[in-house]
């Protein structure tokens, strides 16, 4: 399994909503995601900013079916009256994962 990391923001004044809304995601969109390959999701937030942890095998793969998952295009623009959107990388792409720095766990003496 692979783990990356995202990043998105949220509209000003949607924090407390966004953790309310995540309170309790909807069961059928876990089992999407389960499906698409994703076996773990976490998200800490910081002010507006979200930070996400995704354990899966194939990201893009995962995506790819999500994109056509009805439950999941529910979820995204259910969303969409919080999230700004996802982090763009430098070449200018939103959604992609962030550059993996270090792991302690890793690292050998």
């Known amino acids: 399994m692979n783990r990356l990391a995202l990043h998105s923001r949220l509209i000003p004044g949607t924090e407390e909503a966004y953790e309310i809304e995540h309170a309790r995601v909807w069961p059928e969109l876990i089992t ?6 994703i076996s773990d ?4 937030r910081s002010g507006r900013d979200l930070f996400h942890l ?3 095998d ?6 790819a079916y999500l994109r056509d998952d009805p439950t999941d295009q529910r979820w ?3 969303m969409s009256q919080f ?12 959604g992609q994962a962030l550059r993996h ?3 302690m766990s890793e690292q050998t003496d």
């Open 32 to 37: 999407a995601m389960n499906t698409a390959g």
């Open 41 to 44: 999701w976490s998200i800490w």
């Open 54 to 56: 995704v354990v899966t």
């Open 58 to 63: 194939d990201f893009e793969a995962a995506l």
């Open 76 to 78: 995204q623009q259910h």
């Open 83 to 94: 999230v700004e959107g996802f982090a763009a990388n430098p070449d200018g792409v939103a």
């Open 101 to 103: 720095v270090w792991t």
